[in-house]
């Protein structure tokens, strides 16, 4: 598996993020864990990407998915996750992070746009008041109803155990 160059650094991500800024592009940014990568991911993502002109994603590192969501996740490695979101045209750039939220990522990019699913309150998404008080928008897209990485893991313990 060969790396892609999408795959970018915290500074790297700085240095595009300022780049695309100053030729007067609008930049999104979305983040998440991607463990088993769906349907609904895919639509959540090709909806954000719509928003503006570049779409960039911050990515959990293995260790973060594990606070987040337990010893027995990700299901799939960071490298992976970072390699398939590499492949999907709609995202520009990935970027891991290692903290439980992006919060600190988000005030040193200041994106344009952020972006989360419409499970989220605005007012809970992490970075949310550092964007709204840098001239940014934060918005939420609907979910794709019926596709989450836990149901698929739950549909295979129920079929395989």
Not at 3 to 15: H, M, P, W, Y
Not at 28 to 51: M, P, Q, W
Not at 86 to 103: C, G, K
Not at 143 to 157: F, H
Request: proline share 3%.
């Amino acid at each position: 598996m060969t790396a892609s160059n999408k795959l970018i650094t915290r500074d790297e991500a700085l240095e595009k993020v300022r780049a695309w800024q100053a030729s007067g592009k609008k930049v999104v940014f979305s983040n998440g864990c991607f463990d088993i990568l769906h349907a609904g991911h895919v639509e959540y993502l090709t909806e954000a990407r719509k928003l503006g002109d570049v779409l960039l994603i911050g990515l959990n590192s293995d260790a973060s998915v594990r606070r987040l969501k337990g010893p027995k996740r990700p299901v799939c490695a960071e490298a992976d996750r970072a390699f398939v979101l590499s492949a999907l045209r709609m995202i520009d750039a990935v970027t891991l992070f290692d903290e439980e939220t992006p919060e600190e990522l988000i005030s040193i990019l200041l994106p344009d746009i952020l972006v989360k699913g419409a499970d989220w309150d605005i007012e809970h998404i992490a970075g949310a008041g550092t964007i709204l008080a840098n001239g940014g928008k934060v918005l939420t897209l609907p979910l794709l109803e019926g596709r989450s990485t836990s149901g698929i893991i739950d549909k295979i313990l129920q079929r395989y155990s």
